[in-house]
């Protein structure tokens, strides 16, 4: 063994006092803090989660680039929603509710913030760590009379920025020694020759530095921020087990009709001296800004022996209507304690927790009630929630009619005569052009949105067939309605087609034309805002005489005065009135005016029955989460009164569960399913990531599971091929390469997996482009200079051709994953029963290099039968391998790199 001489450096006298007094309690009573930004969608991460120590929190974290981001809890809470404050040296003071942050990043960085007892708000420090750990992934450990100088992983050190890292808890006198779990002399310290000797007295970091290359150790008061460190230690409580997605735990399983009873059952070691169900009704409005649980029951668990354990049993019924929550509360030792959902994120959704395995914690603080505690969500629909026979058969090919295709140059807008408010457009001379960003140096002027190309209805409709050899057999297009802008949300009249698109024929033409293909069309609008250039505000004058806010003036006699909100007695005309999330280009509605809803759905010719009369196939709404409920359930009602097969999309990014009762809508665009699926082919941990697949299957009925709009790219996010690495600057060919096969992986998820896929314009030939407005660029025509990917596009129609061949990829079952590591997930679906079932074995694989791996396939799986679909493995390998005897039932599954194999076999 080497003998390194470390400087044993006791810092401080009276140890256990010093720690004593230095430390107090956490101002947040228990809420966790984290880091959340646009390197992780916002989303409270455990992987990003500060640790309180003594008096400050800490967090050590690898970030890279440019980045926006708050500190806030689980909730944004409002007295834990920290952003942008003023600058106090090299830290910052943080305040409430604050604007973002930005700053630039390049590497691993501490963060730290610290409160003082007379703040309500922390100063932030970020310092970027100095180098990696000394040893990689080697873990040093505590290693000497505490623990019979064994290497175990309660005294294994953490390296944490600078140094190693040890919270102990110790009394009297300990000798011990530094080292590896091989005592290898390399990573093996003593004090000289021998062992280090020190007299403990209660909480102490133990760190271990290196200062020159060389070792120095320090015991001094507990002060590391441990961000593994658990709360709750006791046996018997961390003993407890629930899965609510494992039949054992709770059956049925998922979203359930309004009159079932559930059955719960919790497991443990004996010493429980009570469990409880504790179920509440969800309320949750607005874009997730309002969230609370009430409570409706607590339901006593009944406990017998099953072994050497015990199973608790309960059984609540769900009358009701609504999304709820559900968490078991435990006495155990004179405590109380939570078992409650996880603390894994989903996509762009306020609530932790992706169902399935439960975790232990103590009881929130008293004076908290149950605001930190995490629910299982249970979804409660109506019995007779129905959606469309058709939609989960859709493929979505996904326009924004602006850049998609030029079939009318005669109706193109015309600088100096098309009004943009109180300005004029801009026109593009060529079809490729890189549309135009204000301030950028892009020679534009300092409007947004007024760029236009010319694409329009006529475009579409010569386009049709191009739609229809891809494969798809749904539009869904962005608004087409009057509008100054060249995105069209900003509504000017909702009864006229956009003259630049074209007119209100050509849309019933298109939707004609679209049905001799076997093609749907939907459209899209917003209920929530109008243009403030529009028919019904009129703030520029450019429509009559009877705006709501005519020439920047109130006017109580408009026959639209009641469908806003006004405040007149502010000054500025800009603050008279609500603009959707302060923009003032969208003057928000009033929901509630009798009159607006009478124009909306409820006249014989109101805006949804008129479309619906002109040919569309069904609505997808903009910003459903800013209009209240009742306003959607009587345009559903009204809606399927008029047109029962109508399909209604929402524009949701998070969990939609409230959605899907089965009075408000059918399906949503999937951001969930778009950030996963995007991520994990870009890479990321497939396990990690299918949890919030898995969540969706759990908290979604089958019926909306099966009709999502599951996109990978849109007019709102980076383009698909942009997250793959596709960006403006890059030049190398390899690069370019890969993310397009990394696309094509994606695509292959997507056509195997339950849903509708959805194809935004010009994916299929390659084009990329960052945030708006280059996601929005024009389709690379080549009749109009384009260079479109052939190659690309005749992998698009290969995997969306399967999905239309096998119904089984459309329809089939969808279970728990046969298999999920970080690289690769498999997939056993199934449409039908007995001899006559269809099945099929999806598995995908995001390694650059091909993967071989083992699954268990159940009784029944006619294994001589499963072909591959898309054709031989790498180097012409057989897709499945015996391994041991036939009957064992395990499989080798052999997958290429960035892709993956879809073997089906027909029933008979």
């Not at 806003?564 to 959707?580: I, N």
């Not at 002109?614 to 008029?642: I, N, Q, T």
Request: net charge neutral.
């Amino acid at each position: 063994m080497r003998a390194w001489f470390l400087g044993l450096a006791l810092l401080g006298t009276g140890l256990g006092a010093s720690a004593a007094e230095a430390c107090r309690p956490d101002p947040l009573q228990g809420r966790s803090l984290y880091l959340r930004g646009t390197f992780n969608s916002w989303n409270a991460l455990e992987t990003q989660r500060f640790t309180w120590a003594c008096q400050r929190w800490e967090l050590v974290t690898r970030l890279q680039g440019e980045h926006s981001f708050k500190v806030a809890d689980e909730g944004w809470s409002g007295d834990a929603d920290f952003g942008r404050g003023a600058a106090e040296g090299s830290a910052e003071r943080l305040s409430l509710r604050g604007p973002e942050l930005k700053r630039r990043f390049d590497g691993v960085h501490r963060f730290t913030l610290t409160m003082d007892a007379s703040s309500a708000t922390p100063q932030l420090q970020v310092s970027a760590c100095p180098a990696p750990a000394p040893f990689g992934d080697t873990v040093l450990y505590l290693r000497g009379t505490p623990n019979n100088w064994a290497a175990l992983d309660d005294w294994a050190f953490q390296y944490s920025c600078d140094a190693y890292y040890l919270n102990v808890k110790l009394s009297g006198r300990h000798e011990f020694k530094v080292a590896d779990a091989g005592w290898k002399d390399a990573s093996s310290f003593g004090e000289g020759g021998g062992n280090f000797a020190h007299v403990f007295n209660g909480e102490h970091t133990v760190r271990v530095a290196f200062e020159d290359g060389k070792p120095r150790l320090s015991v001094g008061p507990k002060t590391f921020a441990d961000p593994a460190a658990k709360s709750v230690t006791d046996p018997v409580a961390l003993s407890l087990r629930y899965d609510s997605r494992n039949l054992a735990h709770k059956r049925p399983f998922g979203a359930v009709k309004a009159g079932t009873p559930v059955q719960y059952a919790v497991t443990s070691l004996p010493g429980v001296q009570r469990l409880t169900l504790v179920v509440e009704k969800r309320r949750l409005e607005g874009n997730q800004e309002v969230l609370d649980y009430t409570e409706v029951a607590r339901v006593p668990m009944q406990a017998r022996r099953d072994g050497a354990n015990l199973r608790w049993t309960a059984r609540h019924r769900y009358a009701d209507v609504a999304v709820y929550g559900h968490w078991f509360e435990a006495q155990i030792g004179g405590k109380t304690y939570v078992l409650q959902n996880n603390a894994a994120p989903v996509f762009w959704t306020r609530e932790k927790g992706a169902g399935g395995r439960a975790e232990v914690a103590d009881r929130p603080a008293s004076g908290r009630g149950t605001a930190g505690i995490r629910r299982f969500r249970q979804t409660v629909y109506s019995p007779d929630f129905k959606v469309p026979a058709w939609a989960p058969d859709i493929v979505y090919y996904y326009v924004f009619p602006e850049r998609f295709r030029n079939g009318n140059p005669a109706n193109d807008p015309k600088p100096g005569i098309t009004r943009y408010h109180q300005h004029t457009v801009e026109v593009h001379r060529n079809w490729t052009d890189r549309p135009y960003r204000p301030n950028s140096g892009d020679g534009s002027d300092a409007f947004f949105n007024n760029d236009f190309f010319g694409g329009d209805l006529e475009g579409l409709i010569q386009k049709l067939d191009h739609i229809k050899e891809l494969g798809a057999n749904t539009i869904y297009m962005t608004p087409v309605f009057k509008a100054s802008s060249n995105h069209k949300y900003d509504t000017a009249d909702y009864r006229e087609i956009d003259p630049a698109f074209g007119s209100n024929a050509d849309f019933e033409r298109l939707t004609k034309e679209a049905a001799k293909r076997g093609i749907r069309v939907i459209p899209d609008t917003s209920l929530n805002h109008t243009g403030a250039d529009s028919l019904y505000f009129n703030r520029y004058g450019n429509y009559g005489s009877q705006g709501a806010f005519q020439g920047g003036k109130v006017n109580p006699a408009s026959p639209w005065a009641g469908w806003y909100s006004f405040d007149t007695t502010q000054a500025e005309p800009d603050k008279q009135f609500k603009g959707w999330v302060g923009v003032t280009d969208l003057p928000e509605l009033n929901k509630n005016s009798e009159s607006l809803r009478n124009f909306f759905y409820r006249d014989r010719d109101s805006v949804t029955k008129l479309w619906l009369d002109r040919g569309a196939a069904g609505w997808r709404m903009d910003v459903a989460p800013w209009v209240p409920d009742d306003f959607w359930r009587e345009w559903r009602a009204a809606l399927k009164a008029h047109k029962p097969d109508a399909l209604t999309v929402a524009e949701t990014w998070f969990d939609a569960s409230k959605y899907f009762l089965g009075d408000m809508f059918d399906s949503t665009m999937n951001y969930v399913f778009r950030n996963a699926v995007l991520e994990y082919a870009a890479g990321g941990d497939g396990a990690a990531l299918y949890t919030h697949l898995e969540h969706l299957r759990e908290a979604y009925p089958p019926q909306a599971l099966y009709a999502l709009m599951n996109l990978l790219s849109s007019h709102d996010q980076a383009r698909a091929l942009h997250h793959f690495g596709w960006h403006d600057d890059t030049k190398d060919p390899a690069a370019i390469a890969q993310a397009k096969q990394r696309l094509r992986l994606a695509v292959l998820f997507q056509m195997s997996y339950p849903g509708a896929p959805t194809v935004y314009y010009g994916d299929e030939v390659g084009v990329t482009g960052g945030d708006d407005p280059y996601n929005r660029a024009t389709f690379p025509w080549a009749d109009q200079g384009g260079q479109p990917d052939e190659a690309l596009h005749a992998d698009f129609k290969r995997l969306i051709a399967m999905r239309n061949q096998h119904a089984v990829l459309r329809r089939g079952s969808l279970e728990a994953p046969l298999h999920a590591d970080k690289q690769v997930i498999v997939l056993l679906r199934r449409l039908g029963s007995g001899a006559g079932a269809t099945w099929a074995l999806v598995g995908l694989n995001n390694a650059t290099e091909a993967r071989n791996v083992e699954v268990k396939l159940p009784p029944g799986v006619p294994v001589a039968a499963l072909k591959d679909v898309l054709g031989d493995g790498p180097g012409g390998a057989p897709a499945l391998q015996a391994v041991g005897s036939a009957s064992e039932g395990r499989w080798r599954l052999t997958l290429p790199p960035l892709f993956g194999r879809v073997l089906v076999a027909p029933g008979r």
